[in-house]
């Protein structure tokens, strides 16, 4: 079996482990069972395609990446599920700001 080393590490969304994943099997990379179970869970849990354009446009809004990971892989659907994501954020929100990130949210994951 191929030892893979780590070479970096960030913050990514569900859909970006899917799209690794599907492309290490594409080059023909036999995936532990980790691996599997990971691709498995992923595809039945997977909220949102695109996850990366939204948490582009997150940061762009001001929002820490972690934070914008967050918010795109559990897709709040309320304002109340958003502020118990805004753990790493050093700004509060009023409630105007959390409504745009919410209408983004939906724009990207709706």
Known sequence: ?????????????????????????????????????????????TKCDKGEELVKALTEKGLNEITSVMIANIVPKNIDELRSLLNFETQTFNEEKLNEILALVNSFCG
Do not use: A
């Open 1 to 45: 079996m191929r030892v893979m080393r780590i070479k970096s590490y960030r913050n990514v969304t569900y859909d970006t482990v899917i799209r690794i994943i599907e492309d290490l099997k594409s080059k023909g990379i036999e995936l532990d069972s980790l691996s599997i179970r990971v691709s498995e869970y992923l595809h039945k849990f």
